[in-house]
């Protein structure tokens, strides 16, 4: 089956994390699966997040 998902360098997505987050990012991990959204996990401030990053937009999302 054909994936979708955008390939945005690590780095790149660091860069965002900083500037997004107050405290310093750690554990970027690339999580496995679905077609579309390239998924990370990542902590920051003590808190377990997930971002998707979509393909055709930088709409990125937090949870």
Known sequence: ???FKPAVDQKVIM???EEAFAA???ELTVLSGGLS???LSFRA???AYILR???GS???GFR
Request: charged share 10%.
């Open 53 to 55: 990053i979509n393909p």
């Open 15 to 17: 860069a965002l994390l």
């Open 1 to 3: 089956m054909l994936s």
């Open 58 to 60: 930088f709409d990125v």
């Open 45 to 47: 401030g003590g808190k």
């Open 24 to 26: 310093p990012t750690q």
């Open 37 to 39: 959204a390239q998924t």
